[in-house]
């Protein structure tokens, strides 16, 4: 999906964003917790030091061990839960999927498969979380696609595609009609998403403290956007807008293998971004 904004909108989506962002590194620093940033935010650092111009949001990873000290940290600060709720699969407050969000309060950001599942979260930060899984590239593959059949039906659960035919291709459209109904029989079973995040949460973390190498398991990427730990850390820094933002030690061995050429600007009918179909910056 893509966008064009205009400029003072992006800028200030930026700025929100970036408050976010300085809010989630102080809870870390403070509390010794690591992180890295991934894709485009990843991108974004070593190529303009920033945001990639077009982008409109921030991506930044964390071992699962991480994200759970985080996430105790973060609801110990009063100054953190005063200005922002966390939005995930395992949080009071669900979202559409399996990614757990770090979400600005008394603002509105919603993308088009948010606004089809009746969602209204905040302007976010997206949090990836990174389990372990099998060194063994064969039996890697087997946990990927397990955890991505749990990750397919969380979304046709909590996603109406009735409301995503537009603009869409033939077998799209047929597509979603299948998954439409396929949602309207998963309703039948009230308590169905807490089961399959179950499923999910115990097939992702099946390997737990077996091997050095990690990947976020509800990404599309999930094959191609693995670390090894032992190379990737300790992590660095890098500078970002007007702060530094970490990233893995061999960032460019990782970001080749997910991204590709990531130093050449993509041709503009190439460019994606979130572009919201509801957006609203509140009181700032």
């Known amino acids: 999906m893509y966008g064009e904004y205009e400029d003072s909108v992006l800028k200030k989506l930026h700025d929100c964003e970036m408050e976010i962002l300085k809010d989630f590194i102080s809870v870390c620093e403070k509390n010794n917790i ?7 935010t990843a991108i974004g650092a ?11 949001d921030i991506d930044i990873a964390m071992l699962r061990e991480d994200y759970v000290r985080f996430i ?44 089809a599942g009746g969602y209204r979260p905040g302007i976010f930060m997206d949090i990836f979380i990174y389990d372990h899984i099998p060194e063994n590239k064969e039996e890697a593959d087997k946990i990927i696609k397990k955890c991505r059949k749990y990750k397919i039906l969380y979304l046709t659960r909590n996603i109406n595609y009735f409301k995503l035919l537009k603009n869409q291709t033939t077998f799209q459209k047929f597509k979603n009609i299948i998954l439409g109904f396929t949602r309207l029989f998963m309703k039948l079973f009230p308590d169905i998403d807490r089961v399959i995040y179950k499923k999910f949460y115990e097939c992702a973390t099946s390997y737990k403290g077996t091997s050095d190498k990690y990947t976020c398991l509800f990404d599309p990427g999930s094959e191609i956007m693995h670390i090894w730990k032992s190379k990737s850390y300790p992590t660095i820094k890098k500078p970002f807008e007007d702060i530094e933002i ?7 061995e990782q970001l080749r293998t997910h991204m590709g050429e990531y130093m050449t600007l993509p041709p503009e009918n190439k460019r994606t971004n979130h572009f919201p179909v509801e957006l609203d910056f509140g009181d700032m």
């Open 34 to 40: 690591e992180y890295f940033a991934i894709s485009g």
């Open 46 to 56: 070593l190529r303009h030091q920033g945001f990639i111009p077009w982008d409109d």
């Open 72 to 115: 105790k940290a973060a609801r110990k600060d009063k100054a953190i839960m005063d200005k922002y709720e966390f939005w995930g699969p395992d949080m009071k407050k669900k979202y559409y999927n399996l990614q757990p969000i770090m979400v600005r309060k008394n603002t509105v950001f919603v993308n088009e498969n948010a606004a």
């Open 246 to 252: 970490r990233m893995v030690k061999n960032y460019d």
